[in-house]
DNA sequence: AGACTTTGTTTTTTTATCAAACAAAGTATT
DNA sequence: AATACTTTGTTTGATAAAAAAACAAAGTCT
């Protein structure tokens, strides 16, 4: 392994490692406290100590390293409750930024975010991504390049690069994409592809599973331990979080949502199966649908505005496509019983058109205590969900393991 | 909440919380030599400080914590391997025993293991659990007695106890079981029902999960981190075991398979839905399904005593689950892509007669990303695995939180 | 004005680990 | 057989981190 790799995050799951491993107490008590000021927005030394069980005198020394690692500033004095007046402490969130990548089948997006969320930066083009892997590399590099540098003075502000791709991470090897459903990228190594420094820390994933990320921290699915993002566009799959990490199965291929076998005797999917429930609420085959009814878009957005004008051909299909989709999400809700459902991607931009259908299908096709506590909705986040998903997995990483991440500029 | 709960554990999982706790140093290296020391079954002082890292200074002084405690004992010398030679500790299997229950739809199960997972005592009876609970009761806390007397002399040496159940476990009520499955069991308190000592810990769950569990200990699952366990029975559920921990969903009620909607026009379901997999591969829908091509049994083990013996309509009977059962496991792959699924219950003991025409099933339904790392397989354990793993799920909290257990008894 | 509160720091104590020294008991070499 | 080296496990002192206690600062309440 070169030291290329180095500052690459495993995207295995650690925590079954870690477990066997030493424990480093101070770490633990460092990213503890970080991420109760993170969450808190302001807070106090007092208020941090009463919250995590640990003495004043160790807040206030955690407290003094947090602030001499920049992440955290003293902000003036808070009001008092009856003694002393506390200082407010408060997280410095424009000390770093993150790049967060989205290459789509068809489009690229790159968004710049604080370490609040907040967009700071954010585009988004055509590309030929599935069919033309070099010229899309080519205008990656070149995206990449020009939102740096208008966001960003100082390349040390930058944290990490979050890179989500539409096919299945094997943990193993998340350089290379799955030849199954990226066939042109074949032996090409993404992270040699993309100028970006080599101690700048790389991390990739799919597209749905950061897309469930970046739900649980700013979307629909906040304060959720178990949820699912299922992602509607040229493909469709799922993205699962369960107690705040991704769950990507054993060979990172978990939530292939738009693989699962609708109607057996239905027509053969570019997976090579039959009936996939992709056949029959992917982009494509929902356009045709519409097409062969009669109404012609080239679009979904714009079968979508037709929709909203009453157009009841539209209203069918949609209402078909609910169908088709409630089948799959109660198998989902039967099997994993997630808190919610989160519905991202264009077609989600249907509303309230899909979701009731849709929540009427899983209705008849779900075990009440499956579902009673459960609820579908659709993403808050819009067309920016998975880059800033893929931002965020660096977000994440940060505040679980500062030191780990920080000593990546150090080396 | 009385005193009677406080042994309770939660069946909540508590990986979220924990992150957010203070971190008690001792404690979980205490813990991490105990799980060395029980996989290992025998080693050394020396060896333990090898694999963990940790300081020989500390390892004695942990050990001899272990030692006190009662969980490990010195066993003589071990053999030189160019210096001293090192005293061998063993883990004292025996000094603690755990009873499992097994209740199931109708029958009872006791099982009593020591720490090494060997069977002490093993029972089982029919009982009208269904539709009698308040006589199901008596006859399992007769049966808790007979046990007991039967396998420990002193009540100190019961270490827990681990209850299965045939319903969804609702982490929030884990005493009552779910109204839409156990009707007559509505506003039974079923901690307080069984008879056992108020200071022994108790752990309840849902059969099919302790299933993937004892799978994971001692049967066929031992090594993956990712496992689903089929249980195949009167009912059909599925229990998932994720990086060591039984995954419960939401609400508790994770692993519903048998109400997997397989053929949305098909019959109606005890749970009121239409089609579900367990009205095709459930006990009753298969004997009449068999009954229907002139082949009348009472018990699925008839059947399958048919079928080996080369009666053509079982082996079509057998074939037709398969492939019912193929499109819910094809479905539970993609979505959540175990390392390996295996079958447990009475059914499973059709063997390769059931798995060569499911695997060919679920190669047909599934993405070859889904399914080219795991396997089907039959579960080993036979009909103690419920109860099996419901006795592990004591030994599990045991060899994770072991000062959390131990201090029930000395509270 | 005086008593009590709350906050945050400083000092001391406690806890847990580690490193080094050491004793015990072996093997390998000459 | 004597000596040198190894390995194990304990003991002793050093170090790191946290907790407890004491304290100073800055408030509120009566």
Same mark, same amino acid.
């Given at each position: 392994?070169?030291?290329?790799?180095?500052?690459?995050?495993?995207?295995?799951? $650690?925590? #079954?490692?870690?477990?066997?491993?030493?424990?480093?107490?101070?770490?633990?008590?460092? #990213?503890?406290?970080?991420?109760?000021?993170?969450?808190?927005?302001?807070?106090?030394?007092?208020?941090?100590?009463?919250?995590?069980?640990?003495?004043?005198?160790?807040?206030?020394?955690?407290?003094?390293?947090?602030?001499?690692?920049?992440?955290?500033?003293?902000?003036?004095?808070?009001?008092?409750?009856?003694?002393?007046?506390?200082?407010?402490?408060?997280?410095?969130? $424009?000390?770093?930024?993150?790049? *967060?990548?989205?290459?789509?089948?068809?489009?690229? *997006?790159?968004?710049?975010?604080?370490?609040?969320?907040?967009?700071?930066?954010?585009?988004?083009?055509?590309?030929?991504?599935?069919?033309?892997? #070099?010229?899309?590399?080519?205008?990656?590099?070149?995206?990449?390049?020009?939102?740096?540098?208008?966001?960003?003075?100082?390349?040390?502000?930058?944290?990490?690069?979050?890179?989500?791709?539409?096919?299945?991470?094997?943990?193993?090897?998340?350089?290379?994409?799955?030849?199954?459903?990226?066939?042109?990228?074949?032996?090409?190594?993404?992270?040699?592809?993309?100028?970006?420094?080599? &101690?700048?820390?790389?991390?990739?994933?799919?597209?749905?599973?950061?897309?469930?990320?970046?739900?649980?921290?700013?979307?629909?699915?906040?304060?959720?331990?178990?949820?699912?993002?299922?992602?509607?566009?040229?493909?469709? *799959?799922?993205?699962?979080?369960?107690?705040?990490?991704?769950?990507?199965?054993?060979?990172?291929?978990?939530?292939?949502?738009?693989?699962?076998?609708?109607?057996?005797?239905?027509?053969?999917?570019?997976?090579?199966? $039959?009936?996939?429930?992709?056949?029959?609420?992917?982009?494509?085959?929902?356009?045709?649908?519409?097409?062969?009814?009669?109404?012609?878009?080239?679009?979904?957005?714009?079968?979508?505005? #037709?929709?909203?004008?009453?157009?009841?051909?539209?209203?069918?299909?949609?209402?078909?496509?609910?169908?088709?989709?409630?089948?799959?999400?109660?198998?989902?809700? &039967?099997?994993?019983?997630?808190?919610?459902?989160?519905?991202?991607?264009?077609?989600?931009?249907?509303?309230?058109?899909?979701?009731?259908?849709?929540?009427?299908?899983?209705?008849?096709?779900?075990?009440?205590?499956?579902?009673?506590?459960?609820?579908?909705?659709?993403?808050?986040?819009?067309? $920016?969900?998975?880059?800033?998903?893929?931002?965020?997995?660096?977000?994440?990483?940060?505040?679980?393991?500062?030191?780990?991440?920080?000593?990546?500029?150090?080396?």
């Amino acid at each position: 392994m070169t030291d290329r790799y180095k500052n690459l995050f495993s995207t295995l799951d $650690q925590s #079954a490692l870690s477990r066997a491993d030493k424990v480093h107490l101070r770490d633990q008590n460092l #990213a503890l406290l970080l991420r109760k000021i993170w969450a808190g927005h302001e807070t106090t030394r007092a208020t941090l100590a009463r919250q995590t069980g640990l003495s004043r005198s160790s807040v206030s020394s955690l407290v003094d390293h947090l602030i001499d690692m920049r992440l955290v500033e003293e902000r003036g004095e808070g009001i008092s409750t009856g003694g002393r007046k506390p200082t407010i402490l408060r997280f410095n969130y $424009q000390s770093k930024f993150i790049l *967060g990548l989205d290459i789509g089948a068809s489009h690229l *997006g790159a968004i710049i975010i604080d370490l609040n969320g907040q967009v700071i930066s954010w585009r988004q083009e055509p590309a030929p991504v599935r069919l033309q892997p #070099a010229q899309s590399l080519h205008q990656l590099n070149r995206l990449i390049q020009e939102i740096l540098d208008e966001s960003i003075t100082n390349r040390d502000q930058l944290l990490g690069v979050g890179i989500a791709v539409p096919s299945p991470i094997s943990p193993q090897n998340p350089q290379y994409l799955s030849p199954t459903f990226m066939p042109t990228w074949r032996d090409i190594n993404l992270i040699e592809s993309i100028s970006i420094p080599d &101690n700048i820390p790389l991390l990739i994933d799919n597209d749905a599973n950061v897309g469930a990320l970046a739900e649980v921290w700013w979307g629909a699915g906040q304060g959720c331990n178990q949820l699912a993002f299922i992602k509607l566009g040229t493909g469709v *799959g799922a993205g699962f979080i369960i107690d705040g990490k991704v769950f990507r199965g054993h060979g990172g291929s978990a939530g292939e949502l738009g693989h699962m076998v609708i109607d057996p005797e239905g027509p053969t999917c570019v997976c090579g199966l $039959q009936g996939c429930l992709v056949t029959f609420v992917g982009s494509q085959p929902i356009l045709k649908h519409a097409q062969k009814l009669g109404l012609e878009h080239q679009k979904i957005t714009d079968l979508l505005s #037709a929709l909203k004008e009453g157009d009841p051909i539209a209203r069918d299909v949609i209402s078909s496509v609910a169908k088709s989709l409630g089948l799959a999400v109660a198998g989902l809700m &039967n099997m994993m019983n997630p808190e919610r459902v989160i519905l991202g991607g264009d077609l989600a931009l249907a509303g309230d058109s899909l979701l009731h259908p849709l929540r009427e299908c899983v209705q008849t096709r779900s075990l009440w205590s499956a579902i009673s506590n459960s609820n579908i909705v659709t993403s808050t986040l819009g067309e $920016q969900v998975i880059a800033l998903g893929a931002a965020t997995s660096i977000l994440q990483r940060t505040l679980t393991q500062p030191n780990q991440v920080f000593t990546q500029w150090r080396g």
